[in-house]
């Protein structure tokens, strides 16, 4: 399994032409990675999006997992994020299968500065998860500090530390998770087209499992601008597990943004 992790990162292929240019510096969590850049979207600036994913876990049925966020720059250099994630058939660490409207999610955006000189700009990003999904207790907080910093003349990286904590853990499950991963962005064919940035990622995550380790995070994709407020992206991402507790699993990632 760990080896088709890893053969598997590098099936993914762009074959599309250019149309208008892309926000380069605005990347979004599971559009199609796990991670965020450091820029706010724009104030009084709205965006809906839709992800949706299929998942291989690792000795366990195929699923299905899908995301839905509404975005919205109520300030300058901030913006809320309302989310809920549904997921349907197998997934790790669970022998449920059935459908689950999944946790509703309220979170808050803050760029503190731009990016100038060797200083790289910063944010910060919190999100609580509400018990909204099948058999869900207690409440779930996740804060994230963001760095992002150009590299050469077209290379960005983007570091997000992570620090998770679960009011009421399942029976087994941890309820500290610190998180690390480290993103990777830049345009595609620039200067001659505008419309499509490659991303890449590696991180390392806690396992929800007490007995659990670290997983390995990776992955890579595509976001390609389709109109002048809209775009696709699409991916593969993959957890690696440390030991025999935990489970990787596979995901092919698409999904579609909308700005207004």
Same mark, same amino acid.
């Given at each position: 399994?760990?080896?088709?992790?890893?053969?598997?990162?590098?099936?993914?292929?762009?074959?599309?032409?250019?149309?208008?240019?892309?926000? *380069?510096?605005?990347?979004?969590?599971?559009?199609?990675?796990?991670?965020?850049?450091a820029?706010?979207?724009?104030?009084?600036?709205q965006?809906?999006? &839709?992800?949706?994913s299929?998942?291989?876990?690792?000795?366990? @049925?195929?699923?299905?997992?899908?995301?839905?966020?509404?975005?919205?720059?109520?300030i %300058?250099? /901030? +913006?809320?994020?309302?989310?809920?994630? #549904?997921? $349907?058939?197998?997934?790790? @660490?669970?022998?449920? !299968?059935?459908?689950?409207?999944?946790?509703?999610?309220?979170?808050?955006?803050?760029?503190?500065?731009?990016?100038?000189? @060797?200083?790289?700009?910063?944010?910060?990003?919190?999100?609580?998860?509400?018990?909204? /999904?099948?058999?869900?207790?207690?409440?779930?907080?996740?804060? %994230?500090?963001?760095?992002?910093? !150009? $590299?050469?003349?077209? +290379?960005?990286?983007?570091?997000?530390?992570?620090? @998770?904590?679960? !009011?009421?853990?399942?029976?087994?499950?941890?309820?500290?998770? #610190?998180?690390?991963?480290?993103?990777?962005?830049?345009?595609?064919?620039?200067?001659? %087209?505008?419309?499509?940035?490659?991303?890449?990622?590696?991180? $390392?995550? !806690?396992?929800?499992?007490?007995?659990?380790? $670290?997983?390995?995070?990776?992955?890579?994709?595509?976001?390609?601008?389709? *109109?002048?407020?809209?775009?696709?992206?699409? /991916?593969?991402?993959?957890?690696?597990?440390?030991?025999?507790?935990?489970?990787?699993?596979?995901?092919l990632?698409?999904?579609?943004? &909308?700005?207004?």
């Amino acid at each position: 399994m760990r080896r088709f992790l890893l053969i598997a990162l590098g099936l993914v292929v762009s074959l599309t032409n250019p149309v208008f240019a892309n926000d *380069h510096n605005n990347l979004d969590s599971g559009r199609p990675l796990s991670f965020d850049d450091a820029e706010s979207i724009g104030f009084g600036e709205q965006s809906i999006e &839709f992800g949706g994913s299929l998942v291989f876990p690792e000795n366990s @049925n195929l699923g299905g997992e899908f995301d839905i966020e509404y975005l919205n720059g109520i300030i %300058r250099n /901030g +913006h809320i994020i309302i989310g809920i994630d #549904p997921q $349907v058939g197998g997934r790790v @660490n669970s022998d449920d !299968t059935d459908f689950d409207v999944g946790n509703l999610s309220v979170g808050f955006f803050y760029n503190f500065n731009r990016e100038y000189d @060797n200083v790289p700009a910063f944010a910060i990003r919190t999100d609580l998860g509400l018990p909204t /999904g099948n058999n869900a207790r207690g409440l779930d907080f996740r804060l %994230r500090g963001i760095a992002s910093k !150009t $590299v050469g003349q077209f +290379h960005r990286l983007h570091l997000n530390l992570d620090l @998770n904590i679960k !009011t009421d853990p399942d029976n087994g499950d941890q309820s500290f998770l #610190p998180a690390a991963i480290l993103g990777y962005s830049r345009p595609i064919g620039y200067p001659k %087209r505008f419309d499509q940035t490659f991303l890449a990622e590696l991180g $390392v995550i !806690t396992s929800d499992n007490s007995n659990g380790g $670290v997983l390995i995070r990776t992955g890579m994709g595509i976001r390609q601008q389709i *109109h002048r407020q809209g775009g696709i992206d699409w /991916g593969i991402e993959g957890d690696i597990a440390t030991n025999g507790h935990d489970q990787s699993q596979l995901k092919l990632k698409i999904g579609y943004s &909308f700005r207004f």
